[in-house]
């Protein structure tokens, strides 16, 4: 991420915004235990999640975000250097998984239906993958600017996930950003 977004993770604006719209992307869900998350940069939104679920698994790709986010071990919260599209656990591992505003960060299509079917893989059947991500803006772009951006259409979103192997899918949009969830089909 460039200097501006990482600073904008940290904030207090970001934090107000995840504590009023993560509810919109996982109220009624039981994520099970244990939960893993994709993505979590400096963790703002592992440490509201990690108020509900007592053991969970962040994977960060970034090395200097994965320490930071490590502030949170100890707090039922491991924090693991790795990359989405290429998880270290083996298959059923989890009973949830989630991920916010990072999948237009992975850079191409190609990996990030790679990382799709590699949450599918570490999920139990009967396990939820829910997460959400911004739509295109003119303020999105100019955030993004020299920084990775491979937005995802929502609209074609539930196909990718239904390729991926998840079943019971539901895409909903709203202005600036999206919400998804599949579930793995036994
Ligand atoms: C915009 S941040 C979002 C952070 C956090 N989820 C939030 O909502 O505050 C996106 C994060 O995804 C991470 N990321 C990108 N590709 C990844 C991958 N393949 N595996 C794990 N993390 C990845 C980036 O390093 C970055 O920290």
Known sequence: ?????????????????????????????????????????PGLATGILRRDHPRMISVEIDGNLAIESKRLVGQGVRVLRGDGTRLPFCEGAFSGAVCFTMLHHVPSERLQD???????????????????????SRLFGLL???????????????????????????????????????????
């Open 1 to 41: 991420m460039n200097l501006v977004h990482k600073w904008f993770c940290r904030s207090r604006r970001w934090q107000t915004a995840l504590e009023n719209g993560l509810p919109w992307v996982i109220d009624g869900i039981d994520l099970g235990d244990p939960l893993l998350e994709v993505g979590p940069g």
């Open 114 to 136: 790679q990382l799709l079917r590699e949450v599918h893989r570490v999920l139990r059947p009967g396990g939820v993958f829910a997460g959400s991500d911004s739509r295109w």
């Open 144 to 186: 993004h600017m020299f920084d990775t951006m491979v937005v995802v259409d929502p609209d074609g979103f539930g196909e990718r996930l239904e390729s991926a192997g998840f079943g019971d899918v539901h895409v909903d949009k709203i202005e600036g950003a999206f919400r998804f969830r599949g579930t793995r089909v036994p």
